[in-house]
């Protein structure tokens, strides 16, 4: 697994040696990520991005899904504007979203349809119950992968951070707003001071 | 199922002020938009919301399509649309602005600090997600153990996810999870 990519398609400053993803290659690699994303799309958006198109390296990655994350919005609807838009402008932004939405807003329809005819159905629901104890398993991977650049023994209190805010919200279950409102703060001073 | 425009327009002044309010991902909508969908609009009823939730989850696509299947739910596929259009459209538009303003600023002292802070927080964030997808609906020790086992391969293995799914789901379909 190759995952230190090098920054030969960075996103922030597109340039002659730097191979531009088609209008068409945009829509398709959001499409994908979309029609693989069970259980959300962040995994298979760092599969695509990170270890299969080698788009972002995982600094990249992880610095974009962050500001990402933090505007109002789903993460990687505001990740597909942004990283459309850096490559192709607002045509790029638009082409990336639609290739993220496009596809799974037909299939939810369809879902909605055969769950009204089919919802009390035990199998079903059993199936279900399948597939989401999977999803969940799947975005713990992803973020153990996103997390292995802070673990890298330079910091203790990057780390640290991280790991207050799982146990605040994943945990504790404080109001996100409240959290975020002392946490943020405090991470962008240790950056601050580390830079 | 109702529908006519007056529905229409509630579901997206309800989604295009509920997408501004929705930090760190999508799932963070979800209470307040069972709240209002379930609680005030009597839109669905809690049993449906909660197998709105999981479908959701379980569709392919961002989770955030839950809102696509709420407004399919009260007004049928324009419905899903109109609500789906207003939940993006707001913070899209946001989003490409924040976007173009981050890479002018790009090299800034004040701007590394806040892109490299904001990251073990969101990665916190993050991982609270799926402790909180993990423990919804009926979570058993079986479900708790493909939950692990998907876990651990995945970081370890590059397999296609695809697969572990289909297992996941063959076993649900079994009646083992």
């Known amino acids: 697994m190759n995952e230190s990519s090098p920054l030969r398609a960075l996103p922030t400053a597109p340039s002659e040696q730097v191979p531009l993803p088609s209008f068409t290659a945009l829509f398709i690699t959001f499409a994908t990520i979309s029609l693989y994303g069970f259980g959300g799309v962040l995994a298979w958006s760092r599969r695509m991005m990170v270890e299969e198109r080698g788009w972002l390296t995982p600094e990249q990655f992880n610095e974009l899904y962050a500001l990402c994350s933090m505007l109002p919005g789903g993460n990687i609807l505001n990740f597909s504007v942004i990283f459309g838009s850096r490559f192709r402008g607002p045509i790029g932004a638009l082409v990336a979203i639609a290739g993220l939405l496009g596809p799974p807003m037909l299939l939810i329809m369809i879902v909605g349809a055969i769950y009204a005819h089919y919802g009390d159905v035990p199998a079903f629901r059993r199936m279900l119950t399948g597939v989401a104890s999977a999803a969940a398993g799947l975005m713990m991977a992803t973020v153990a992968k996103m997390a292995r650049p802070l673990f890298n023994g330079r910091s203790v209190a990057v780390p640290l951070v991280a790991i207050i805010t799982f146990v605040a919200i994943g945990i504790m279950q404080w109001p996100l707003p409240l959290v975020l409102a002392v946490i943020v703060p405090v991470s962008i001073g240790i950056a601050w001071v580390r830079l | ?177």
């Open chain 2, 1 to 177: 199922m109702k529908s006519g425009a007056g529905t229409l327009l509630t579901l997206a002044g309800f989604f295009a002020v509920l997408s501004l309010f929705s930090v760190g991902g999508g799932n963070s909508a979800v209470p307040e938009m069972h709240r209002y969908a379930v609680d005030v609009q009597h839109w669905l009823t809690d049993q449906q919301f909660a197998d709105t939730f999981a479908l959701a989850q379980l569709t392919p696509g961002p989770n955030l399509i839950i809102v696509a299947l709420v407004g399919f739910h009260v007004a049928g596929v324009l419905g899903g649309v109109v609500a789906m259009l207003a939940m993006c459209g707001p913070t899209g538009v946001a989003a490409y602005f924040v976007g173009r303003a981050s890479e002018r600023f790009r090299g800034k002292m004040w701007h590394s600090a806040i892109s490299r802070g904001l990251v073990p927080v969101t990665i916190g964030l993050t991982a609270a997600s799926a402790t909180v997808i993990a423990t919804t609906a009926d979570y058993g020790w079986t479900a708790g153990a493909v939950t692990v086992v998907t876990a651990v391969t995945c970081y370890f293995a590059r397999i296609n996810p695809i697969w572990v799914f289909a297992g996941a789901a063959a076993l649900g379909l079994a009646g083992l999870v």
